[in-house]
């Protein structure tokens, strides 16, 4: 197990910048902190700004059962699907045991696993690849692009990645999002990060499919963690990695935390 105090600091990541992404998605959104639970949700086709995360630290099994009834309950309440989040470092060692059946008992079902992860690690060499020219987010153009780009590597369409992104002034101004263009012009892969609880939190790195295993998506994150070091001056950097990007960023410098587990409702 990791320092429990890099899981809960990767838990209270999320819930920070969840609320700021899905605020930006609507105003209006359900963003409330009830008591073990924080709720982020949108309720828009893409499905990352739907969230719910357990937050209690040290909860047991009975605790744990009780939570994810409640969060299923919330989940079932959106018009829209979504995933609950459990950082299983919080879990104590009874609820870690129990979790897969409560979880079933609940009518949830595992959807995929994921990592957090943080470093002190910044500021970072400015990178360079050969292959790409890296370009900030300031257009709609580039908002679709990003968002294709992540509907793409997530196996989502295209209107449900652009319902998350299309015509958003946080990810235009705040957030130091970075393109990867090829020679052509294509966009091939890109990242993001954004302050939060002073840190820098990596968010949305995806490489198109037809383009991964080319160093594309470690260099547009070093990109993302460059600029927004210079801007902001932080040192420190999270993030929550899926299984496919879980081998990249340890040789930008950062450390695994808590398992992370994703759950949706069942069909």
């Known amino acids: 197990m990791a320092d429990l105090a890099d899981s809960v600091e990767s838990m209270r990541q ?24 924080a709720v982020r949700w949108a309720d828009c086709r893409f499905p990352f700004w739907n969230c719910v995360t357990l937050t209690e630290v040290g909860a047991d099994a009975e605790l744990v059962e009780r939570r994810l009834r409640e969060a299923a309950d919330i989940m079932r309440t959106k018009e829209r699907p979504g995933f609950l989040w459990v950082f299983e470092d919080l879990l104590d060692d009874g609820a870690r045991a129990v979790l897969a059946t409560a979880a079933g008992q609940a009518h949830l079902t595992h959807a995929f696993p994921g990592t957090g992860m943080a470093g002190d690690l910044l500021p970072v060499p ?19 692009a990003y968002a294709d780009l992540n509907s793409r590597a997530y196996g989502l369409a295209p209107e449900d990645g652009r319902d998350g992104l299309a015509g958003s002034g946080l990810w235009r101004n705040e957030v130091y999002a970075y393109l990867g263009l090829r020679r052509d012009g294509t966009a091939v892969t890109c990242a993001g990060t954004v302050e939060a609880e002073g840190r820098l939190f990596v968010v949305l790195v995806a490489t198109d499919p037809k383009w991964e295993r080319r160093g594309y998506g470690e260099a547009v994150t070093r990109k993302a963690l460059y600029e927004g070091g210079r801007a902001t001056g932080l040192t420190r950097a999270t993030l929550h990695a899926t299984a496919a990007g879980a081998p990249v960023y340890p040789r930008i410098g950062f450390r695994p935390n808590s398992p992370i587990h994703f759950y949706g409702l069942k069909g």
């Open 14 to 37: 999320l819930a920070a910048v969840w609320r700021a992404m899905v605020l930006d998605r609507d105003p209006a959104a359900d963003v409330r902190d009830l008591p073990g639970l």
């Open 126 to 144: 400015e990178p360079d690849h050969p292959d790409l020219t890296f370009v900030r987010v300031s257009t709609d153009e580039h908002l679709r």
